[in-house]
């Protein structure tokens, strides 16, 4: 993996970096959420640093070339992120699910009431 | 004298609405006392609209929740209501209410979930395609396998349920095509389940949600919900 490729994606690790802070100050990513890309991108960037020294560690695990080790962690990684999004959205959708009940027979109770009176 | 609940789910119904309403009426009982409450699915017709204008009772649900969400409503808002029984009934007229007081004798009998069936007896005129009897057969002894027990009209919408089952379908049912899962669930549990004959017509404004490609993602679908089930209530028991 030559150098020049290293400091290519460093580079785009710093600026998502900032991106992600952009959004924090504006108030569009929870820290929950957040912190979990502030993690993928960290890990990301420890591996990239360390490229010179793990070649031996990749070739063992048998990676041809160091800098698929990097891509495949970064997939491995990215499909537990996704996984875990879609965990969110089944609890929100289910509380969705459950205001949306609770609110439609209280809007029913609320009705009734004006019509006793 | 019970009080008896009949919740109709109804999305995009406003043809049919009103006539099935005014037929629950029709029936005549000494041993019940029969209300009945509209759950308005977020219908984009005029649903809505005909209930206010006939002041009929309903619910109406801000989001579009699906046929298990909104069943479901009805289900919370008869555990809240305190109701001894509760039916379900589709929107489209396709069962006749006058089965209803046949399903709550045998709740009274002491059955948990009665189920008003197309195929024990062949009193219907309903005649399903041969793919959707393939289907239903198929999830029919899916069930018998898992619990042991053969009921025959798995996905009928036309059920009564008592207090107990009221209480655990307002805290768990499934979203989308409900019946079959939650069947399994309510034998799970050792509750008692009966299946008796009653007429079903033929759908007179709307067509099956459950078509095409649909069809084959319901069939994956709905075995996958019996198998998982199955699997978590077995663990529940022990």
Known sequence: MTSRLIVLLIIICLFFIIYIFSNIFKRKISLQFSLMWFTYIILLMILLISIPFIGEISKFLGFEVSSNMIF????VLL?????SLSMFVSILQDKIKTLTQEVAILKKELNSNHEDN | MKSVLIIIPAYNEEKSILNVVSNIKKVKTNNYLIDYIIINDGSSDN??????????NFIDLPNNLGIGGAVQTGYKYAYYKNYDIAIQIDGDNQHNPSYIINLCDEINNGYDLVIGSRFVENLSKFKSSFLRRVGINFLSNLIKICTGVKIYDVTSGFRACNKDIIEYFANNYPIDYPEPDSLVQVLKQNKKVKEIPVEMNERKTGKSSIRGLKSIYYMIKVSFAIIISNITAK????
Do not use: E, H, M, P
Request: glycine letters at 8%.
């Open chain 1, 72 to 75: 495949f962690f970064g997939f």
């Open chain 1, 79 to 83: 499909i537990i992120i996704a996984f």
């Open chain 2, 47 to 56: 649903t809505k609209k005909v209930c206010l204008d006939n002041k009929l």
């Open chain 2, 235 to 238: 663990k529940g028991n022990r």
